[in-house]
Nanobody, 123 residues
């Protein structure tokens, strides 16, 4: 099970840190990814991190503003979001991918999903 937290309402330019905690399995064998979705649009891959934390990938729209990290000892993955924009609004999901060759943001490849946390960026 994956459980996200940390979402909420924030003004443009603000910051949030999302957390994704795993229970029932160890994240150290999984690459992890964050996705977001707004009504009427497909789920978008935001960022991913390999199982050891040494490889990260970001969507062009968030590169330089978001940072993904993980703590395998605590079985948790984070997404630090800075300089938030209204376009970042959406439900954010974390996902686990049993892929040890790096990381990827292909939604169809994910093995486990959380239920999401809502991020609203608005003044």
């Amino acid at each position: 099970q994956l459980v996200e937290s940390g979402g909420g309402l924030v003004q443009p330019g603000g910051s949030l840190r999302l957390s994704c905690v795993a229970s029932g399995f160890s994240l150290e064998d999984y690459a992890m990814a964050w996705f977001r979705q707004v009504p009427g649009k497909e789920r978008e891959g935001v960022s991913c991190i390999n199982h050891r934390g040494g490889i990260t990938i970001y969507a062009d729209s968030v590169r330089g503003r978001f940072t993904i990290s993980r703590d395998n000892a605590e079985n948790i993955v984070y997404l630090q979001m800075n300089s938030l924009e209204p376009e970042d609004t959406g439900v954010y999901y974390c996902a686990a991918d049993r892929f040890l060759g790096g990381c990827r943001t292909a939604a169809g490849a994910m093995g486990y999903w959380g239920k999401g946390t809502l991020v609203t960026v608005s003044s």
